[in-house]
């Protein structure tokens, strides 16, 4: 189970790729010197700039000595121009990125954020709306070191008291933060949201095949909350009431639920160390109509991902053993209210269309005696 998660800052909170972005091509043009030039000469004080032995000033003074070019007007400019990049960063930080970290809080998850950063960099984190969000913060340029080294990674599950199979560390991937992190035994993903934005030659890293890859920021969350599950065939009547009841479904007698599951078509319900916490029902008629008739997933175990693979297994099983060359099936189901964007996601269609008129249902109860 996931206790922690880690993040990377930049391309993954926020992106350097919005408003005025200045990068060395950018300054090199401010100085008239040739860009191969510069970045060897620039390049060459980024450890130093990285974990504290440079301030961005001294950083960009030495790297204008080392060109022949000292200049305080030039510090000045270049240091100003990094600066309101750096503002247009974090004046844009997306709402996504804020509600992710509240999210998680919400969930009884801690946040932890590692970043490799200049001190201009290192400000404006502080400053920013995202800092209050962490439950702790590791700086390279504070710390001395910086990522992959895994002391950064080791402090945090030090203060936290969570083992590496309880961590999740979300950074796009430079840095080898990802291989740090799955070296220490923490599960690791690829944030992949900002990669459209960027380009070369300043997109840190390639896309990893051998990491999870997460489209947008509240991914993270259904990652965190992703649960080991056992795969089973069998719920009980009591079993199936209880889950009912606490999604606040209506309820049955125990021998009416009994006949119900006896006659099911294909039941899985996913359990955990023993206790049923997701189920899904399909019943077929053995021609063209197939009903899904649930798809449960208990409360403390919403928002992890087990509907979505309940209905992967469902539409595997039609597949599988229903679909027979040749064969149209109509596949039907009712969404409980506020769920049907999640039915949307495979492939089914909201009723009325221009085509079909109202789902439609009836409950019918037994006529006292």
Same mark, same amino acid.
């Given at each position: 189970?996931?206790?922690? *998660? ?114 201009? +960099? ?42 590496? &199979? ?8 430079? $840095?080898?933060?990802?291989? &740090? &992190?799955?070296?220490?035994?923490? $599960? ?15 997109? $840190? ?9 997460? +489209? ?73 109509? *197939? ?74 109860? &037994?006529?006292?005696?």
């Amino acid at each position: 189970m996931i206790r922690a *998660v880690i993040f990377d800052m930049f391309e993954t909170l926020v992106t350097l790729f919005t408003g005025r972005t200045y990068f060395s091509e950018n300054i090199a043009e401010d100085l008239g010197v040739p860009l191969t030039e510069f970045r060897a000469a620039w390049h060459a004080t980024e450890d130093e700039r990285t974990i504290g032995k440079y301030t961005m000033e001294e950083g960009f003074s030495e790297t204008l000595r080392k060109l022949n070019l000292y200049n305080e007007d030039w510090v000045e400019l270049v240091c100003r121009k990094r600066r309101e990049a750096l503002g247009d960063t974090f004046s844009a930080v997306p709402e996504a990125s804020v509600q992710l970290l509240k999210d998680l809080k919400a969930h009884g998850i801690r946040t932890a954020l590692i970043s490799n950063c200049f001190s201009d +960099e290192r400000a404006m984190i502080l400053q920013s709306e995202l800092y209050p969000l962490f439950d702790t913060v590791r700086l390279s340029f504070e710390q001395g070191v910086k990522k992959p080294d895994p002391s950064m990674y080791q402090s945090i599950m030090e203060e936290f008291g969570v083992t590496p &199979a309880e961590c999740l560390y979300i950074g796009d991937g430079g $840095s080898h933060e990802l291989q &740090a &992190a799955r070296k220490l035994g923490m $599960s690791a993903a690829q944030a992949m949201w900002f990669r459209p934005g960027m380009f070369e030659p300043h997109v $840190s890293c390639p896309v990893f095949s051998d990491f999870p890859h997460l +489209e947008k920021q509240a991914d993270v969350v259904t990652e965190a909350l992703r649960i080991d599950y056992e795969v089973t065939d069998h719920i009980t009547p009591e079993e199936y009431m209880q889950m009912r009841r606490e999604v606040g479904w209506s309820e049955f007698p125990l021998e009416q639920a009994a006949e119900g599951l006896k006659n099911t078509t294909f039941l899985c319900c996913l359990r955990r160390e023993g206790e049923p916490i997701a189920l899904a029902r399909v019943l077929w008629d053995h021609g063209y109509v *197939v009903y899904i008739a649930d798809i449960i997933v208990r409360p403390p175990y919403q928002k992890g991902g087990l509907g979505r693979d309940l209905m992967n297994r469902v539409i595997g099983f039609i597949e599988g053993t229903i679909l027979k060359p040749g064969y149209r099936v109509m596949i039907s189901l009712q969404s409980a209210k506020g769920k049907e964007e999640f039915y949307e996601r495979f492939g089914f269609a909201p009723r009325p269309t221009p085509e079909h008129g109202c789902g439609m249902h009836r409950w019918m109860e &037994a006529k006292s005696k």
